[in-house]
């Protein structure tokens, strides 16, 4: 099996380090990028600001990091949007999207609506697959994305573009999160989303997708077989514990994103498992059934 091809590679997008701090993809929606660029977050957390246009309000998805710096980048869109904030919205529990969700929240006298009551807190609103969201002159849909995480969640505007948090990222691929990301749930939601038609993928990290984003996400179902071929190839010629697994699979990729790559090699052994392919032994030693 050959390595799919990602149709990104001839878009024109921002360079890693290039994503501009803010940006306004569509009247709706403005971008703006919290400062915390890494590894695991790319350029760093990309915070969404929605509202309709003159409505005076706004919603605020993934306020990421509780930092100083970043809120007064989000206060300086709110006082061009001559907008106050209605409500915070997160797509899933990791900190790097949820930390500011509480804090935010209470500075804004506003409420957390999320996937986990964790997340949302004791005054929050717990968000499940189907719920809307009818807020600032606007109305999100809740579309149910786990895989990722248990509790992740993507929000489908009235535009047509998703918000689609850690599910797909702007450059790259996502990490299926061990022991709680689950990679049937995950190719699941991808084919969900893929039913949705989305105009436009705003991506949790990196750049917003605008362009045939269905073979964007083609390429990450494409992807996902193609890790399961990997793993099978290398156990086929004898058991291999994770961490030989990881270095021979992710020998081309930087050993700062292994230990995401740990997780993600997890996940998929465990559904190779549970389809009855793999067998995990002893000493954390896998081999083909």
Same mark, same amino acid.
């Given at each position: 099996?050959?390595?799919?091809?990602?149709?990104?590679?001839?878009?024109?997008?921002?360079?890693?380090?290039?994503?501009?701090?803010?940006?306004?993809?569509?009247?709706?929606? &403005?971008?703006?990028?919290?400062?915390?660029?890494?590894?695991?977050?790319?350029?760093? &957390?990309? &915070?969404?600001?929605?509202? /309709?246009?003159?409505?005076?309000?706004?919603?605020?998805?993934?306020?990421?990091?509780?930092?100083?710096?970043? @809120?007064?980048?989000?206060?300086?869109? *709110?006082?061009?949007?001559?907008?106050?904030?209605?409500?915070?919205?997160?797509?899933? $529990? $990791?900190?790097?999207?949820?930390?500011?969700?509480?804090?935010? /929240?209470?500075?804004?006298?506003?409420?957390?609506?999320?996937?986990?009551?964790?997340?949302?807190?004791?005054?929050?609103?717990?968000?499940?697959?189907?719920?809307?969201?009818? @807020?600032?002159? &606007?109305?999100?849909?809740?579309?149910?994305?786990?895989?990722?995480?248990?509790?992740? *969640?993507?929000?489908?505007?009235?535009?047509?573009?998703?918000?689609?948090?850690?599910?797909?990222?702007?450059?790259?691929?996502?990490?299926?999160?061990?022991?709680?990301?689950?990679?049937?749930?995950? @190719?699941?939601?991808?084919?969900?989303?893929?039913?949705?038609?989305?105009?436009? *993928?705003?991506?949790?990290?990196?750049?917003?997708?605008?362009?045939?984003?269905?073979?964007?996400?083609?390429?990450?179902?494409? $992807?996902?077989?193609?890790?399961?071929?990997?793993?099978?190839?290398?156990?086929?010629?004898?058991?291999?514990?994770?961490?030989?697994?990881?270095?021979?699979?992710? /020998?081309?990729?930087?050993?700062?994103?292994?230990?995401?790559?740990?997780?993600?090699?997890?996940?998929?052994?465990?559904?190779?498992?549970?389809?009855?392919?793999?067998?995990?032994?002893?000493?954390?030693?896998?081999?083909?059934?």
């Amino acid at each position: 099996m050959d390595a799919p091809v990602d149709p990104r590679r001839s878009w024109s997008l921002p360079a890693p380090g290039e994503l501009p701090r803010t940006a306004e993809p569509e009247p709706l929606v &403005t971008r703006v990028l919290a400062p915390n660029p890494s590894p695991m977050t790319l350029d760093g &957390t990309n &915070t969404y600001v929605v509202g /309709a246009p003159g409505s005076g309000q706004v919603v605020v998805v993934d306020p990421g990091p509780d930092d100083p710096v970043h @809120l007064a980048a989000v206060r300086e869109v *709110l006082a061009a949007r001559a907008a106050e904030v209605v409500a915070v919205l997160v797509t899933h $529990h $990791h900190g790097d999207h949820a930390e500011a969700a509480l804090p935010w /929240a209470a500075r804004f006298s506003v409420q957390v609506a999320a996937g986990s009551a964790e997340v949302a807190g004791p005054d929050g609103r717990v968000l499940a697959d189907g719920d809307t969201v009818t @807020l600032a002159g &606007t109305s999100l849909a809740v579309v149910a994305t786990p895989g990722h995480t248990r509790d992740h *969640l993507a929000f489908r505007t009235e535009t047509g573009s998703v918000l689609v948090g850690d599910h797909v990222l702007g450059r790259g691929t996502s990490v299926v999160t061990h022991p709680e990301g689950d990679v049937l749930a995950y @190719l699941d939601s991808l084919r969900r989303v893929h039913r949705l038609g989305p105009a436009a *993928l705003y991506c949790g990290h990196g750049p917003e997708l605008t362009e045939d984003v269905g073979s964007v996400l083609e390429f990450y179902a494409a $992807h996902r077989a193609y890790r399961e071929f990997q793993l099978l190839e290398a156990l086929l010629g004898g058991d291999r514990t994770v961490a030989e697994l990881v270095a021979h699979v992710y /020998a081309e990729v930087p050993r700062a994103v292994w230990p995401a790559a740990e997780q993600s090699t997890r996940a998929t052994l465990a559904k190779l498992s549970a389809t009855g392919q793999v067998v995990c032994g002893a000493g954390d030693n896998w081999r083909v059934a």
